[in-house]
Every structure is written in structure tokens, then in C-alpha cells.
């Protein structure tokens, strides 16, 4: 069998003002969908990152696939990130998401690249095989896998424009009292077990109270985390942290409160110095398995959040659980805006890492119907889980009109990047910058 085709679809879908401190979501998120075609007549997919960039990535990369084997997936590996001379510092370890937009970071889109062709072609052996990617990859641990109500402060507005606007479900979402009305709703419509408070957006003891009033309301059964994407200093990381030594225990943490792993190891330091045990967690210190070392050689980390997309697919996710796992190290999973296909991706992947122990951000219910592009539209949770379809490969299949459709809504958008500050400053303060630790 070989590959003998691939089709780049870039899309835009529908997004809610949200915020954190990289600045505002705009009225649309950009993703591709990927379609690799073989000899055989099967078609395997994937959805990784949007815009001018990532789909530069994948086109330049077309030469090296088409015609190749589709189980050869470790020759790829090889291949599509093997050291350039222009890129000592990805293979230095010096990836990081610190200062620039998730999905932009030219260091390490080599990773992303293959991510998103492995997933195609772990689809097409799935069906070739007639058994579901998370067995192609090693096996099953678990049938259905588990996801966190990923909670936003918001601006009003559902997302879209003018007559493409989406129903605004949670309304503006700008202090405690109305996140824990929106994670109300998230529970009655998912089940979601577990809670995750996107933080660094307003003064940090707004954000204390936000998360005293969330476990006020759902008790401890609900593990509780909160992630400022590095806004804190270390002196505001720790107050945070001491404000919330019980709620962030028993399961939760405390995720990227300051930049840099040795921010967070003088946060662990100095917390546990006041007899403080505080799970710490990173997807922006941490992106990286060499960093993954250094972060357990300082204690800056004690809970990876790994995420097939960008850290090397699929099968890199299960060599990640296995590592922490070694290194005594707990391992959750990362999301960024998504549709139906990344998010099966993700289950997948969780279903197949044995280490996964935490439920797994998702963005999901931040976009509509209205936007699938997976025949039969939403993936459905049951009790906050993602079911692991009785069917071959990714188990789900594109729907080719609304693929069309979110093309068009791409093409009629002026921008190719996602660039949270700009829509800050359109939106809210015209003055507005990113400034990191803003507390
Ligand atoms: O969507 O604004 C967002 C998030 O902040 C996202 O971009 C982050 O990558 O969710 C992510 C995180 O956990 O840091
Ligand atoms: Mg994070």
C-alpha cells in the first residue's frame, strides 16, 4: 500500500470571546483538516493547526509522503524531524510556548507536522486492519476517556459574525458568580468530573474567589485546577497557591502560574516551605521530552499535560506516559480550539496511555453544531467521557459539505494567524499588550 494523495483543507469555526492572558479569542479559530488518500482506495485524517503557517508545514512536506508505505511511520518520524541547520534550538530543547501563540511556534512545527500525518496514517491502518487507532498503537486501557469542563472568564457573545453569530449559551462570564452558573451548564449537558478554571485574566484574588466559589458549590468530589498561562510573578504564584492549598489538593493543581521551569521550581520550593505539598502543572514550561527531564531534575512539574498535536502524535503521547510514569510524574492532556476529529484523536490517544491519569482538557464545547465537520454531527459525552467507537481507525468520517462550508468562512477571513492581543486591543483597550507576570 501507498500513499498516493493528500488534500489540505484549511477551515475556520465559530469561536466565543474567551480569554486568557494571551488576550481575547477571536470570532473565528482556524484548524486544517487532513486527508491522505492510498492505492488501496482508503482514506485516513486527521485536524491539526490552522493558518498560513502550519498549512505551509504540511504542504512542504507533501514530497516526502505521497508514495510512501503508511505503516513506515518511525522512517517519517526520522525524517520530518531531523535537526535543520536553522533550528538548532528545537533539537537544544529550547521549544517553548511561554511567549508566543499556541500552534505558532516555528520551533516546533516539525512535530506538529508529523503529528498530523501519523494521525492520518494510523486512521488508514486502522481501517486497512479493521481495528480502532488506540489498538493499532499498542492497546486499549480503558473504553471511554475522561474530559474536564475547560471554564472560561468570556466577553458576551457566542462567536461567528453578523449573520454567521452563534447562540451566546453563558452569556458574559466575568467573575465568580457567573463561572460557576457556566460550569453548572457544563455539567448538566456533559457530566464533566473534574474542573478547570482558565485563569491570568482578571486581579488573581478575583480569581481566588472564583475558584472558592466553584468548590463551594460542587464539593470536593469535583477536582479543581487553575491555569494563568504564566501572568503571576513567583510572590503572586504563591499567594494564589497558599489561598488555595485545600481546593487545588486532592487531585487538582496548580497549572503555569509564572514563566519558566525555574519560576515554578522556586514556587514548588517555597510552598512546600510552608509545609505545602502543590501538585504543579505545565504545558507551556514543558513541551518537550528534554524539558521533561529537567523539570522533574528541579521539581518545577509534577503534572506533564502532554497533547498528541504538538508533542509528536500519538504514539510520542504513549512514550510520554511512559516516561513520567518512570519518573514519577503525573501526565493530563492539553486542548486548544478543536472539532470532532482532533478530539477522537485525543481519546485515542488518552485510551492507549496507561499514565493519563488526570481527565484531559477540551475545548469542545466552546464550538456549535453548526461547525462539525464529522458526519453525524457532535461527538457525544456520557458523564464527561468520550467512548472509544466500536469501528476502525479514528472512527469518525468527514462530512465533505461542511467541510466546504468552513472553507468559504476561512477565505472571507482577513487574518491567517491567531493573534489574541490584536482582538484585546480592538475589542477592550486599544493600549492593550501582553505582559507577563501582569500580577
Ligand atoms: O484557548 O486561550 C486558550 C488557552 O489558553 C490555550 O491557548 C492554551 O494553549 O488551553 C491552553 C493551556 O492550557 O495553556
Ligand atoms: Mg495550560
Not at 106 to 121: I, S
Not at 167 to 184: H, M, P, S, W
Not at 281 to 307: H, I, M
Not at 383 to 411: A, F, S
Request: proline fraction near 5%.
Amino acid at each position: 500500500m501507498q500513499i498516493s494523495e493528500i488534500r489540505l483543507h484549511p477551515i475556520a469555526i465559530a469561536d466565543a470571546p474567551l480569554r486568557s492572558s494571551y488576550g481575547r479569542h477571536a470570532p473565528y479559530a482556524l484548524r486544517t483538516i487532513v486527508e491522505v488518500k492510498t492505492t488501496d482506495g482508503i482514506t485516513g485524517i486527521s485536524e491539526t493547526y490552522g493558518g498560513d503557517r502550519p498549512l505551509a508545514a504540511l504542504e512542504a512536506a507533501k514530497s516526502r509522503i505521497i508514495g510512501m508505505d503508511p505503516f513506515r511511520l518511525a522512517e517519517l518520524w526520522r525524517d520530518l524531524t531531523a535537526p535543520q541547520p536553522d533550528q538548532a534550538e528545537a533539537v537544544a530543547g529550547g521549544r517553548t510556548q511561554t511567549w508566543l501563540v499556541p500552534g505558532e511556534n516555528p520551533l516546533d512545527q516539525n512535530a506538529r507536522t508529523y503529528a498530523a500525518y501519523e494521525v492520518a496514517c494510523l486512521d488508514i491502518i486502522g481501517k486497512a486492519t479493521g481495528q480502532p487507532v488506540c489498538e493499532v498503537i499498542g492497546g486499549r486501557v480503558r473504553d471511554e476517556v475522561s474530559f474536564s469542563a475547560y471554564l472560561f472568564y468570556k466577553h458576551g457573545g457566542g462567536g461567528g459574525i453578523g449573520a454567521d453569530a452563534r447562540e451566546d449559551e453563558y452569556g458574559e462570564c466575568l467573575d465568580a458568580k457567573t463561572i460557576v452558573q457556566q460550569c453548572r451548564e457544563f455539567i448538566r449537558k456533559y457530566g464533566f468530573k473534574e474542573i478547570k478554571l482558565k485563569g491570568g485574566v482578571l486581579d488573581p484574588d478575583i480569581e481566588i474567589e472564583t475558584i472558592r466559589a466553584l468548590r463551594e458549590e460542587f464539593g470536593p468530589k469535583y477536582p479543581l485546577r487553575i491555569d494563568p498561562n504564566c501572568a503571576w510573578s513567583v510572590e503572586t504564584s504563591c499567594h494564589v497557591g497558599r489561598s488555595l492549598k485545600e481546593e487545588l489538593s486532592d487531585g487538582g493543581y496548580l497549572e503555569d502560574p509564572c514563566a519558566e521551569l525555574a519560576g515554578m521550581a522556586e514556587v514548588r520550593r517555597l510552598l512546600a516551605a510552608e509545609g505545602i505539598d502543590m501538585a504543579m502543572g505545565s504545558n507551556v514550561a514543558v513541551t518537550c521530552f528534554e524539558q521533561v527531564v529537567e523539570a522533574k531534575r528541579l521539581d518545577a512539574v509534577q503534572v506533564v499535560l502532554s497533547d498528541p498535536h504538538y508533542w509528536g502524535g500519538v504514539r510520542a503521547l504513549r512514550r510520554l506516559s511512559d516516561l513520567c510514569e518512570t519518573l514519577g510524574m503525573g501526565v493530563s492532556m492539553h486542548s486548544n480550539n478543536h472539532l470532532g476529529v482532533s478530539l477522537m484523536t485525543m481519546a485515542h490517544a488518552a485510551a492507549a496511555a496507561p499514565h493519563v491519569m488526570y481527565a484531559c482538557d477540551t475545548h469542545y464545547p466552546w464550538q456549535t453544531e453548526q461547525d462539525e465537520i464529522i458526519v453525524g454531527g457532535r461527538v457525544k459525552f456520557h458523564e464527561g467521557c468520550v467512548r472509544i467507537p466500536d469501528k476502525p481507525g479514528l472512527g469518525v468520517d468527514l462530512d465533505y459539505d461542511q467541510i466546504e462550508r468552513c472553507k468559504r468562512v476561512y477565505e472571507g477571513l482577513t487574518y491567517r494567524k491567531r493573534d489574541d492581543e490584536a482582538e484585546m486591543r480592538q475589542h477592550v483597550d486599544p493600549n492593550w499588550k501582553r505582559v507577563l507576570p501582569r500580577w
